[in-house]
């Protein structure tokens, strides 16, 4: 298995981050440093959590070899039904719509909205 410097190398090959300095930019630190850590050298958690912020990788993954690579995404809330019912229904309306009358619409939904809120 590879070790915790072999996996940071692997994470910057993989993100497209191919220069250390770019990576020390990113982080704040000297080149030293991450050619330090390169060689499995001493790093707080907070560095190999901003590290793996960085890179966009898993933690338990960087600092285990455990899992996959990927950091977790975070699962998406759950639309309330009422919610998901207009959607639907907005769907069904566009659908059916010709171009003129979907611009007439956005036109009416724009009037409604305040400026900041229309899209």
């Known amino acids: 298995m590879p ?3 072999e996996r940071m190398v692997e994470a910057m090959r993989l993100r497209g981050m ?9 982080l704040g630190v000297n080149e030293s440093t991450i050619t330090r850590w390169k060689n499995n050298g001493p790093m ?18 960087f600092l285990n070899g455990a899992g ?19 959607l639907r229904r907005l769907r069904r309306v566009e659908a059916a719509l010709s171009d003129p009358s979907k611009a007439l619409l956005v036109s009416l939904i724009d ?9």
């Open 3 to 5: 070790d915790r410097g």
């Open 18 to 26: 191919t220069k250390q300095h770019a990576l020390a930019f990113a």
């Open 44 to 61: 707080s958690v907070n560095s190999a959590v901003q590290l793996c912020r960085a890179l966009d990788i898993s933690l338990d993954w």
């Open 68 to 86: 996959t690579i990927d950091a977790p995404r975070p699962k998406p809330e759950p639309r309330p039904a009422v919610e998901t019912g207009l």
């Open 111 to 119: 009037s409604i909205l305040p400026d900041d809120r229309a899209v």
